[in-house]
C-alpha cells in the first residue's frame, strides 16, 4: 500500500538528515497517515480512508459528501 493521502495527495518528501559535524545522509519525511473508518450518513455506509491530518481536518471542514464527490470526480472508487 502506497504511502499516499487519499484526499490531499501528500506523499513521502525527501530530504537529508544532518549531523553536529554537519554530514548528510539522504532520508525520507513521511506523512502523517492514519487508515479511518468513517460513516457516510446520505448513503448509511461506513468507508474506509486512508488520509492524512490535513485530510481530516478538510473533512471537517468541507464534510465528508462534499470530499467523496470530489474524490469521485478524481476517479477514485469509493
Known amino acids: 500500500m502506497a504511502r ?3 484526499i490531499t495527495g501528500k506523499r513521502p518528501a525527501t530530504g537529508n538528515n544532518v549531523s553536529h559535524a554537519h554530514n548528510k545522509t539522504r532520508r525520507r519525511y513521511l506523512p502523517n497517515l ?3 473508518r468513517l460513516w457516510v ?3 448509511k455506509r461506513w ?3 486512508r488520509i492524512s491530518n490535513k485530510g ?5 471542514k ?3 459528501d462534499a470530499v ?6 478524481g476517479g477514485v472508487k469509493i
Do not use: M
Open 68 to 73: 467523496l464527490e470530489d474524490l469521485r470526480k
Open 62 to 64: 468541507k464534510g465528508i
Open 41 to 43: 450518513d446520505s448513503e
Open 47 to 49: 468507508i474506509k480512508l
Open 56 to 60: 481530516l481536518r478538510i473533512i471537517d
Open 34 to 36: 492514519h487508515t479511518h
Open 4 to 6: 499516499v493521502c487519499q
